[in-house]
């Protein structure tokens, strides 16, 4: 079985450390693999719902890495109970369609396409974070 890793980086925001960004990485023949991406889909799903609980940003971004190859997620907290996740997933498969194709996993990380889109994520990444300090530093001020 070949080694599986699992990273959430996480953002130090003073004076407590909260998780901003969910990397999931996994080798590169996992993509050619149904079960594997759709274990790949759904532990990023589960984790995303995880970690939304303390990220203190509106929006939870997780990138997949099947190898080089690349899908990213968002979970939006616009219903604590239903967040809503992009991109959707279609679930309990029972037709034998594939839910979870190789396409997801559409961007090579070592590409340009891949770069802007990590660019775009460390952006809202840091506009968020700054307005989480903002409201903090207001709260705190208000006491």
Not at 10 to 17: I, S
Not at 45 to 66: F, N, W, Y
Not at 84 to 105: H, K, L, Q, S
Request: proline share 6%; aromatic share 4%; glycine share 4%.
């Amino acid at each position: 079985m070949e080694p599986v890793l699992e990273y959430t980086v996480y953002l130090g925001v003073k004076p407590e450390l909260k998780p901003v960004l969910l990397l999931h990485l996994r080798p590169e023949s996992h993509i050619d693999s149904l079960l594997n991406r759709q274990n790949a889909d759904d532990q990023i799903r589960t984790r995303l719902i995880e970690i939304a609980a303390t990220c203190p940003l509106e929006k939870v971004h997780g990138i997949s890495a099947l190898g080089k190859k690349v899908s990213f997620y968002i979970l939006r907290k616009t219903n604590s109970k239903n967040p809503e996740i992009d991109p959707p997933t279609a679930r309990y498969n029972t037709r034998g369609i594939d839910t979870v194709p190789a396409t997801r996993w559409n961007l090579d990380i070592l590409e340009s396409a891949a770069e802007m889109r990590m660019q775009e994520i460390a952006k809202s990444i840091v506009d968020g974070c700054a307005i989480y300090i903002d409201r903090k530093n207001e709260t705190a001020g208000e006491r």
